[in-house]
Each structure stands twice: as structure tokens, then as C-alpha cells.
DNA sequence: TGACACCTGCGT
DNA sequence: ACGCAGGTGTCA
């Protein structure tokens, strides 16, 4: 369900919540013995009577930071749902994980295909997991000039390159669709061979798909939730992800094409998005 | 780079 | 009954 927008939304609804609050017992239900890393014992031994000091985000992971230093972090995957309920709200049948806080409330984790994954870090495991994913898109570091270096230092085909979570951070389906629309980039072309102008396009449509989403809260195509239970906004505002194929495309009206690329459904314009 | 695995549910 | 889904990991 989640890529960058969604996963911040997320962070910024629990976060007021969360901050400061002490987790005064970890549960690992019986469905899922992989939810969690290290072992449920370890997990939950060394989480409780930690206070989560801060939230952060790394690409699509939600991080709790703890007082002990340690970093748990949480992905979501592709129906992961982090929730804050009263501790006697009734449970659904995709609970797999949840925190007792301080205040009487509770953070769950319900996850209806069970692919998310949280796990426990300490500073040191913290520091190789950051290393091991690519630049921010929306940090200021993340520079033109620093994407067209990473593009052409590989040759791939560029969708998947999107997608890889160790070249750049937080992109998924949904919005490497949409920023290769807006840049009229065809999804199959090669990384080095980009123009300097191509990777100017690239990298501002990526920007602007991104800040567009996370303005309207995320997107909602079925499942996705924020911490409050509420849907994000942005499906509304796709061009082309949200498309059938031989629709029209929104620009020049010629039918758009659903392709399978490294495995991924792909819509494009063949038209606005010239393989040559 | 592809094929398949991991899971469940929904739309056709 | 079948194909598809916002993601990723592991094989050959």
C-alpha cells in the first residue's frame, strides 16, 4: 500500500501520539512468527520500558526511536496498518503486533497479507540499514546534478532503477509511473542514456509526484489508511497510474498502454513517453 | 533479468 | 476460476 507519501502521512499522524510516551508491554500475536526481528522474546524484552523518544522516516520505513538508543523499524509493505486504539477497542482478526503505552492507549499493527516486517535495531545495525538505501528524494541534498551522476553511473532499464529502494528512496509503482508521465520519459529507457535536460525533467517531476501526494495526504486505492483511520486524498490527482489501458491518455488522448516492466504493471503514453 | 515466493481479498 | 494488487527477497 505504502510508498513515501503514504509512509510520512503515517509518521505524521502517530507522531503527536507517540512522542514521549513510555510502551509499557510489546505483544506478538500467534499468526505470523516472522513479524518481527530478533526473536518475539529478545523484541519484546528490549522494548519494554523504553520511552519512544522521536518518529522519523527512512524512504519507506517508519522509525521509533527509543530512549535506550535502539531503532525499531516498521514496514509496512503492502497492507501494513498502524493504528492508535484505547487498549479495550475490540481486535480484528489481522492484529499481528501492538504496544501498551503509558496512557492507556494502544499502537497496533494489523496486516492482512502479512508481508510487513518490524524490526529491533541497535545504533550500530541502525547506521548499516541507513547506508544501505539511497538517497531522499525530498531532501535538499537530493540534487539534479547528483541524480544525473547516479543515472549514469548504471545501465538499467529505468523503472525498476526507480523502484530499487539501494539507488533512491521511497518510490513504488504508483508514483515512478506518475513521475515518468510527467517527464515523458518511456519507463524503458536506459539510465545513461538519459540528456542532462531528460534527468532535469526526471528529477523535478520526481519531486513535484511526491510533494503533490503527500499535500493531499497520500493515496488510497483501496486499503491505505493513516494512523487515524483516514484515506489519503491524492488518488483524484493521478495522471496515469489510476488509468485503465486504452484510455485516453490525459494529454493527447491517445489510448495508454499497460506493459509488465521487472515484473510491475506500467502504464504509460506511448505517444507523450517516445521509446526513441 | 526473470521466475517465483510470500499472503489475502477483490473485481471480472 | 482467474488475474491483479501500493513490496521485497531469493533463487537460477
Not at 41 to 48: A, L, M, N, W
Request: hydrophobic share 30%; net charge negative.
Amino acid at each position: 500500500m505504502p510508498e513515501l507519501p503514504e509512509v510520512e502521512t503515517v509518521r505524521r499522524t502517530l507522531e503527536p501520539h507517540l512522542t514521549g510516551r513510555t510502551v509499557t508491554c510489546t505483544h506478538i500475536g500467534p499468526y505470523d512468527r516472522c513479524v518481527a526481528t530478533p526473536q518475539p522474546d529478545v523484541f519484546c524484552e528490549r522494548i519494554d520500558g523504553q520511552e519512544i523518544t522521536a518518529l522519523g522516516r527512512r524512504g519507506k520505513f517508519i522509525l521509533l526511536r527509543l530512549d535506550s538508543g535502539d531503532v525499531v523499524t516498521i514496514h509496512l509493505r503492502m497492507t501494513g496498518e498502524l493504528s492508535l486504539t484505547d487498549q479495550t477497542a475490540p481486535q480484528g482478526p489481522h492484529l499481528h503486533l501492538w504496544f501498551d503505552l503509558d496512557n492507556g492507549q494502544q499502537l497496533r499493527y494489523n496486516d492482512v497479507r502479512k508481508f510487513g516486517r518490524w524490526s529491533l535495531l541497535t545504533p550500530e545495525q541502525y547506521e548499516l540499514f541507513d547506508q544501505s538505501i539511497g538517497p531522499e528524494p525530498l531532501d535538499p541534498s537530493f540534487t539534479s546534478e547528483r541524480f544525473r551522476k547516479m543515472l549514469h553511473s548504471r545501465r538499467r532499464i529505468l523503472k525498476p532503477l526507480l523502484l530499487d529502494q539501494s539507488f533512491i528512496a521511497g518510490i513504488g509503482n504508483i508514483y515512478a509511473d506518475e513521475a515518468l508521465f510527467q517527464a515523458r520519459i518511456h519507463p524503458q529507457r536506459h539510465s545513461h542514456e538519459l540528456t542532462t535536460d531528460e534527468v532535469s525533467r526526471l528529477h523535478a517531476s520526481i519531486q513535484d509526484v511526491l510533494q503533490s501526494a503527500l499535500r493531499y495526504r497520500g493515496t488510497t486505492l483501496r486499503d491505505y489508511r493513516d494512523a487515524n483511520g483516514e484515506p489519503g486524498e491524492n488518488l483524484s490527482r493521478l495522471r496515469i497510474y489510476s488509468r485503465s489501458p486504452d484510455d485516453p491518455c490525459p494529454e493527447c488522448a491517445t489510448p495508454i498502454v499497460r506493459a509488465v516492466i521487472g515484473q510491475r504493471g506500467t502504464r504509460f503514453c506511448p505517444a507523450c513517453q517516445p521509446i526513441d
